[in-house]
């Protein structure tokens, strides 16, 4: 009989958003006709904007006559796609080969996938509160994880140190769930310890394009010694609303090399054995948000987005509720008032307004006593749980 992989036995009961979809479900049934003002997962609200929606019409119309149809994508991404994006770096001063950009179907696959890229019996160490397929994704694979916490004494931004040694380091910025941006003297700190202990980042950079402050850094190769140490893993689903479209990209230094071995080399054998690439129409559409108007276009949603967060953070200091996140990140992380725990707020506000958000302990234990908002709603449903949150919390 076949054994199966038993560290699938090691996950943790439920997943965060399974555990959130069930409670609510279960209050719409018992309470049908009930408005939900969902402020929980983080997926958009605003629909691709229309560069986007033209490129895809035309892929489409490509692939119905005999001289323009794509059959097989090459597997690390469409030449043209891959040399836009470099371009697109290079814009900002980051000197990237198209070569070294691979795309991909979104973060989330990339991160799963790319782990095949380490021995197994290597640790992964996950700054926490952490999007929760990290450790998920490790532990699927046997990996020992190790969980470094981080709290409002240092901003939920932690330092390198002895208690961060790992072969592997997830660092996200700006931050799910808190929101929190690494500055650049704080991320060359976290490139240098791994260049001294030989580890190798994973850079997930999903909400990059919400960085509003010029200070802070976009891309971990922004920072001397990053190409040395890191994989950078981005996403369109955010930036440009392709959650439903799926396509981000992936950039691996032809400087990463360790045991002798390069990882951009293994991941072109990897892609290569492992997919048959993305869809032509969906690199298409993907391309048309490189363009200087596909830029102002998703600028266009990204202010959007910005304005909800504002519109939810005045509730909050009108509250006087201690949060941060919000203005470099589409994500506002907030501490319970009250001293209540987080699922005990999420409880509440199901219960009393009907606003659904994230409780923060699913981000990791040191998430406790902490809840989400998210701000890519739609408008009016933002305008309306900033009031009902403002009625119950400030009475
Ligand atoms: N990384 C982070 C931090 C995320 O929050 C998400 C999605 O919410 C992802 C990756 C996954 O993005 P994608 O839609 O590209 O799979």
Sequence with gaps: MITPNTHYADLKDSYLFYNIAQKTQAYVAAHPGTRLLRMGIGDVSLPLCEVVIKALHEAVDDQAAKDTFHG??????????????????????????????????????????????????????????????????????????????????????????????????????????????????????????????????????????????????????????????????????????????????TVIPRELVRGGMRFNDMWVRNRTTKTNGVSYIIQKGGAAVFTDEGQAQIAENIRYYKENARILMRALDGLGIWYCGGKNAPYIWLKCPGGMGSWELFDLLLSEVQVVGTPGEGFGACGAGYFRLSTFGDRDETVEAAARLTKLLGK
Aim: negative net charge; aromatic residues 10%.
């Design 72 to 249: 097989y994508m090459p597997e690390c991404g469409w030449p043209f796609l891959r040399e836009t994006i470099a371009g697109h770096y290079a814009k900002r001063g980051v000197a990237v080969g198209a070569d070294e950009v691979f795309v991909s179907s979104g973060a989330s696959d990339e991160l799963g996938d790319i782990l095949d890229l380490f021995d197994r019996g290597s640790s992964a160490l996950v700054v926490e509160p952490a999007y929760p397929a990290y450790v998920d994704a490790n532990v699927m694979a046997g990996r020992k994880t190790v969980h470094l916490p981080s709290g409002e004494d240092n901003g939920f931004l932690p330092e390198p140190g002895a208690d961060a040694k790992a072969d592997l380091i997830y660092i996200c910025s700006p931050n799910n769930p808190t929101g929190a941006v690494f500055d650049r003297e704080k991320l060359r700190r976290w490139v240098d310890f791994a260049n001294e202990n030989g580890s190798v980042i994973l850079f997930d950079a999903a909400y990059e394009a919400f960085i509003e402050d010029p200070a802070l850094p976009r891309s971990i190769f922004e920072i001397d010694g990053a190409r040395t140490c890191a994989i950078e893993i981005c996403s369109l689903s955010k930036t440009a609303g392709f959650t439903g479209t799926r396509l981000g990209y």
